[in-house]
């Protein structure tokens, strides 16, 4: 297995970890927080106050299995990168589109990618996604690990995320474990 780290920030974590760990060749997804300027942030800090992270998934994936600009493609279609520090009523720079790359190779894929994608097809406004050097990946608290598999009758997953895996699921169901 060739292990690889790849670092996205797509709105709530608890959507984008459901979806990546439901993929074949995804070792695990880790919610977390990235692009910030406090160290080990916590959930309530990263809400609160101005820290200026993103939630991420941090994905450690087989790249022989998946690679990462397939990771990046699933990435353009599982949030709207046309939002501005948002995802659908989460509001604020937390939420905002981001990728975070822990290589040049992988800074290079990231802005091929994003070229090939903010062509209109996906979204007829401009993408506002970040791409941004790792500088460090903070995983969030415990609770936040899985949530969405823990808590599937939680009001906020019932109505956003479980639909929003439910959409990714019948669209890519050819990757999935």
């Known amino acids: 297995m060739s292990k690889e780290i790849a670092v996205l920030g797509a709105g709530c974590f608890w959507c984008v970890e459901g979806i990546f760990n439901s993929i074949n060749g995804v070792e695990q997804a880790i919610s977390g927080f990235a692009g910030g300027n406090v160290e080990n942030p916590t959930y309530r800090q ?35 990168p046309t939002q501005l520090n ?23 894929q ?13 979204y007829e406004d401009k993408f506002v996604t970040t791409i941004e050097s790792l500088d460090k990946f903070w995983p969030a608290e415990d609770y936040h690990q899985g949530y969405y598999n823990e808590n ?26």
């Open 86 to 108: 948002r995802q659908g009523n989460d509001v604020g720079t937390q939420y905002r589109s981001s990728i975070f790359y822990t290589s040049e190779e992988q800074k290079k």
């Open 110 to 122: 990231a802005e091929e990618s994003l070229k090939e994608f903010d062509n209109g097809t996906l």
């Open 46 to 80: 990263v809400c609160d106050t101005d820290t200026n992270h993103a939630e991420v998934v941090e994905i450690t994936f087989d790249n022989e299995v998946i690679s990462y600009k397939e990771l990046l493609e699933i990435f353009w279609n599982i949030h709207n």
């Open 152 to 177: 599937p009758d939680q009001p906020y997953c019932s109505a956003v995320v479980g639909p929003k895996i439910a959409k990714f699921k019948s669209k890519f169901k050819q990757i999935l474990k």
